[in-house]
Each structure stands twice: as structure tokens, then as C-alpha cells.
């Protein structure tokens, strides 16, 4: 049964795919739906694209090793919007750019800064398909028995076909249902699993350690250093920003993300009530010599419940955990081939054809050379660090501050990628997920912003500075000069 | 196949469609006067008042967070309903409480837009 929850989610977005290719002719079409999306489907297409299987299966398991304080995790993720949603969504649709490069092209009006943006957009990405990609051929390998590279290869060949298939516009459709999909995946066992504890006579839980929030040092830094990078870390994620661009205007940007807000508080309910049906019923997989805490909310239906009904139920928990995996990937690779199409290849839709195998080529190779333990939560979060620690300050000053400058904006991306991909590939190799190094965002960002604003004080601001500030802040009906700079051929 | 520029902004980007004789003010702020600066100065700045408004409050809310559970152990170990009380703020509270700010937050930059545009668009 769990075999045929995974077909039938492949299939469902394998159709939506060519149904896309019908749709998608020209080049326009292929990277950003020609921009015709309306905001809830732009919403439910974001929250498709951003509920990850770290979100689906990671943060239950996280919850259920660590109690309370990995709650912050979710309302991190959920948090990262309303910052973005303030300081970055309009001005960034307005600036008129298809990619974060494109960004930092038109506000610096310097290629060097646009390289090293595409560098970090490349590494951003294939840090976030990693865990997704290794996270699936774990749970195909446990639903199925499948050996443990399956599951990654799967879903790399279902993203390469949907992605060439139809581009963006089969991936906003294929996205928006996906959001659906999983709440109602991880919604409708939830019901029946509450039923089934209620039933049981409502057992509770003892262990205060896990229950009340940890007050030590080392655990406030964690949490602080986890609050940071979460909130200022979504905004400079590459599959999240992609998006900005299908509205039509600057204020549909801000409505459609007002909208994400709502729809990611209501799934991040969710997640945590399984961590505690976790705790009650499964504690054990966060014990023993290997624990295998992901496989939590996949396990709950099982044990709880049992029987058919108890079957059917992990059957669809699979197909949402599947559909997490398809449509995250998905978005990370539309947005990393787009930014490789353009800047290492001549672009055009034969450049993306070839960057899309690209894209997703590499970090499976890497998935299937470095099988890694770490929760496929934390290794996300490590991708937050980078880009909290890079494309924040870069935004966040490109759009407020006049001064800055492309000198400074290249040295503080340097900088914080250095510091916090250090941090990362530190982590990734010791496997030690706490202290200062595994938790880098409360360094790396201010820093950052330090370096940016210090060499900017010290360097020329581009030209057209005061011109593209009318264009990132202006409303479009207001007729203006906002300069002729356009994303450049793609 | 042939490599083309693409349009992906508003049509409306050249100083030459406008209207003749209409909007003196964007006249100003298109040839970057001291004056057009102003206006520009003035719609970012109220901008990123809000903006920082919405952030304070965050940081005060969701930031204080750990550090009051940290030092009030009366809060840290309340219970409401039977769920610890950090259990409820962290995984039923903030998440209407972000949809509220962010819904506040848009209609206060509409209104700003609006204002601005009010501005430019009177002789």
C-alpha cells in the first residue's frame, strides 16, 4: 500500500508536468509562468514548495529527540516570512528581477557581485537538495525495503521530467496542490491518532527535562542562534524567492505573502503534536545506538492504531511525505538550474534543460557518496546559517540603504560564506549538531552586516543608485523613470 | 533559437508616456532634484518605520521569549489547559499572532502607497 501512495503521487505530478509543457511556449513562460498566477495559488504554491520533508517529517522527530525548545524551529520557518514579508517582498518584485543574481546585478550594477550571488544561490540550493535527497531514500528504503539509494534517484529522475516537462508554470500548479495534499496528508491522520490517544485514556508526559524549556547557556545561544538565522534566513532562499517573481506587481508580492503566512501557521500546527505523540508512544526512536527520529510521524499510525485503517494511514502519511520531497526539490531545482542556465551556460531553454541535470545531478551524486546521519531538519537549518549569513544583509541593505556598495556587498558575501560555509561543512563532517560552530547564525549575520556597511562607508555607490531606488519603492501606477535595466537574456 | 530581450516590468517605466502637462512632482523625482529626492526620502523612510515597527515587535515578542522562560521560572513551568505554557505559545499562539502582524502590515504599506501616490498624481 505504501508502494502505491508513492506511484500515485509520482504519477499525479508526472501529469501535471506535460500538462504544463501545453501551456509553457516561450522563454518568459518556461522560468516564471509569465507571471499570470493568482495570489492564493501563488501562496499555496510557496507553501507547496517550502514544506519540505524537514518540515513533514523532520521537525516531529526533532521535537520528539529534543522537547520544547525545538519548537522554535517551525516558528522560525513560519517567522522567516512576516521578516521577509516586511522588509524584502514588494521592492524585490518591483526590482523586476527573475533571480537573486539578478538582484544584486540591478541594485550594484556590478557582474562580480552577481557571480558571487550565483555561486551562492548554486550552494544554497544543493545544501537544501542534499538532506531532501538522502531523507528519501531513507524513508522509500523503510516503507518499501528498498535499497537506500532508490529513494533519491526517484525522485531526482520525477524532478528532471516535471522540470523539463513544463518549467515554472507546471510547477506552480504541481506546487499549489502539493500544499493541499500535505495538509491534509499530515491533518487527517493527526484526527484519527488524537482519537486513538483520547481512547487510550489520554496518557500524558512525565519527562519534564523534555517538556519545559532548557535554561542553560549553551542553550540559549542555540536557541537565539536558531531564531536568527530562521527569521533572516527565508528570505534569501533560492526556491522562496523564485516565486516573487510570478506576481504581477508589488503589492500582489506583499498580498501573496501576508497569505503564506496563514497558510504555514496553519500546517505548522501539525508537526509538533505528532513530536508529543511521539514522545508517549515511540520514545524509542531517539534512543539506542542509531536513532532514526524522521521515521517518527511514518510510525505513529502503526503503533497507535494498527490494523488496516492504521496501514492506510502511514500509506497517505507516505504520499505526503513523497509529495514533500518532489515539490521542495522541484523548486530548489527550477530556481538553481535557472541561475546556472544563465550564468555558466549561454541561457535560452536549452541551457536550463542542460543546467536542470546539473542541478539535481550533483547533490544526488553527493547523497549517494556521503550517506550522513544528521536529522534532515538540521541540515536544513545549516542552509538557513548560509543564507541568513549571506543574501539577508545583501538585501536587506540593498533595499533600505542607499549606501551601500558593490565593493561592500561583494566583502560581506564573502565573508559570511566563508565563516558560515565553514560552519556547515565543520558540522557536516563532525556530525556534532550543538555549540557555537553547528549554530553559526549568531556570529555570522551580524558580522555580515558589519562588513558590508563598514567597506560601503569606504567605497563609491553605483550610479544609478537613486534611480533604482524609485524602482524597488514606488508603486507601479505612479508614472516614473525607474531606469531601463532588464534581467539579462535568458 | 534566436536570443531576445524580454520586458518583464510594467510598460509604464518611461518618463515619455506620461500624460502632458500632468504630474509636476514625478517630473521632480524622475530628474532627481533636491526636491524629487525629498519625495523619494520621505515614502522609504515611512516605509521602513513600519517595516522596523513590525520588527520591534517581533523581536520583543518572540525574542523575549526564551530569555523570560530562561529567568521566570513561574512562567516556564505554568500550565494552562493542562499544556505547559510554552508549549501553547510556541506551537498555537505565534503563528495567528504572525498572520495578524503580517495582515496589519499590509494595510498600513497599502495605505502609505496610496499616499504617496495621492501625492505625486496632485498638481
Known amino acids: 500500500m505504501n508502494l502505491a501512495a508513492v506511484a500515485a503521487v509520482t504519477l499525479a505530478t508526472l501529469l501535471a508536468g506535460f500538462y504544463g509543457l501545453r501551456l509553457s511556449r516561450t522563454t518568459s513562460d518556461f522560468y516564471v509562468a509569465s507571471r499570470g498566477v493568482s495570489p492564493l495559488a501563488n501562496a499555496s504554491a510557496i507553501g507547496g514548495e517550502y514544506v519540505s520533508a524537514a518540515s513533514f517529517l523532520g521537525i516531529a522527530g526533532l521535537v520528539l529527540a529534543g522537547g520544547v525548545d525545538l519548537l522554535w524551529l517551525p516558528v522560525g520557518w513560519t517567522g522567516g516570512y512576516l521578516v521577509l514579508l516586511v522588509l524584502v517582498s514588494a521592492p524585490l518584485r518591483r526590482s523586476g528581477a527573475y533571480t537573486l543574481p ?4 540591478a541594485r550594484l550594477e556590478s557582474m ?3 557571480r558571487m550571488a550565483s555561486l551562492l544561490v548554486v550552494l544554497i540550493g544543493w545544501l537544501y537538495l542534499l538532506p531532501q535527497l538522502q531523507a528519501a531514500g531513507r524513508v522509500l528504503a523503510m516503507v518499501t525495503g528498498s535499497p537506500p539509494w532508490a529513494g533519491g534517484v526517484l525522485v531526482a529522475a520525477v524532478v528532471i521530467i516535471g522540470v523539463l516537462g513544463g518549467g515554472m508554470r507546471s510547477i506552480t500548479l504541481v506546487q499549489a496542490f502539493q500544499y493541499w495534499l500535505k495538509l491534509t496528508a499530515l491533518g487527517v491522520p493527526l484526527v484519527f491518532l488524537l482519537m486513538a490517544w483520547k481512547r487510550d ?15 542553560g547557556d549553551d542553550s540559549l545561544y542555540s536557541t537565539y542562534s536558531l531564531i536568527l538565522a530562521t527569521f533572516l534566513g527565508t528570505m534569501g532562499l533560492p526556491h522562496v524567492l523564485v516565486r516573487f517573481y510570478t506576481n504581477p506587481d508589488g503589492a500582489a508580492a506583499r498580498r501573496t505573502t501576508a497569505m503564506v503566512l496563514g497558510l504555514l501557521g ?21 534512543t539506542g545506538t542509531s536513532p532514526n527520529t524522521d521515521a517518527v510521524v511514518l510510525e505513529l499510525p502503526g503503533r497507535i492504531i494498527g490494523g488496516t485503517l492504521g496501514d492506510v494511514l502511514a500509506a497517505l502519511l507516505t504520499a505526503g511525505a513523497f509529495a514533500a520531497f518532489l515539490s521542495t526539490s522541484s523548486g530548489l531545482t527550477v530556481s538553481v538550474a535557472g541561475v546556472i542556465g544563465q550564468d555558466l551556460f549561454r541561457g535560452g531553454v536549452r541551457s536550463f534543460r542542460a543546467a536542470t541535470v546539473l542541478a539535481v545531478g550533483v547533490p ?5 557518496a556521503v550517506p550522513s546521519s544528521l536529522p534532515v531538519a538540521t541540515m536544513v537549518g545549516l542552509a538557513f546559517a548560509l543564507s541568513a549569513s549571506t543574501f539577508c544583509p545583501l538585501l536587506v541593505l540593498g533595499i533600505w540603504w542607499r549606501g551601500l556598495t558593490a565593493a561592500g556587498a561583494l566583502a560581506g558575501l564573502v565573508t559570511g560564506g ?14 556534532q549538531t550543538s555549540g557555537w560552530v553547528a549554530q553559526p547564525g549568531a556570529w555570522t549575520v551580524p558580522l555580515t552586516f558589519l562588513v558590508m556597511v563598514v567597506v560601503s562607508r569606504h567605497t563609491s555607490r553605483p550610479p544609478n543608485t537613486a534611480r533604482t531606488m524609485v524602482r524597488l519603492h514606488t508603486p507601479e501606477g505612479v508614472e516614473l523613470d525607474r531606469g531601463d535595466w532588464r534581467p539579462r537574456r535568458i | 533559437m534566436t536570443e531576445r530581450r524580454i520586458a518583464v516590468t510594467s510598460p509604464r517605466t518611461g518618463a515619455a508616456r506620461r500624460r502632458p502637462g500632468g504630474g509636476s512632482k514625478a517630473r521632480e523625482i524622475d530628474e532627481q532634484t533636491r526636491l524629487g529626492e525629498v519625495y ?21 515578542f518572540v525574542g523575549g521569549l526564551p530569555l523570560v522562560f530562561a529567568l521566570a ?45 495621492d501625492m505625486v498624481e496632485r498638481r
Request: aromatic fraction near 12%; charge should be negative.
Open chain 1, 102 to 105: 539578478d538582484f544584486a546585478e
Open chain 1, 112 to 114: 562580480a557581485v552577481r
Open chain 1, 201 to 215: 485514556g489520554s496518557p500524558g508526559i512525565a519527562d519534564t527535562g523534555w517538556l519545559l524549556p532548557d535554561t
Open chain 1, 266 to 286: 496553519l500546517f505548522y500546527l501539525l508537526p509538533s503534536a505528532y513530536g508529543a505523540l511521539g514522545k508517549i508512544y515511540a520514545s524509542d526512536l531517539a
Open chain 1, 364 to 368: 544526488l551524486g553527493l547523497a549517494l
Open chain 1, 418 to 431: 566563508l565563516l558560515a560555509g565553514g560552519a556547515v561543512v565543520w558540522t557536516v563532517v563532525t556530525e
Open chain 2, 40 to 60: 523619494m526620502d520621505a515614502l522609504i523612510r515611512s516605509q521602513l518605520k513600519l517595516s522596523l515597527s513590525v520588527c520591534v515587535v517581533l523581536v520583543t
Open chain 2, 73 to 117: 521560572d513561574p512562567v516556564r513551568e505554568s500550565e494552562v489547559f493542562g499544556v505547559p505554557l510554552p508549549w501553547l505559545l510556541l506551537a498555537v499562539v505565534v503563528y495567528p499572532v504572525f498572520g495578524a502582524l503580517g495582515w496589519w502590515y499590509r494595510r498600513q504599506a497599502e495605505r502609505t502607497e496610496r499616499d504617496f501616490v
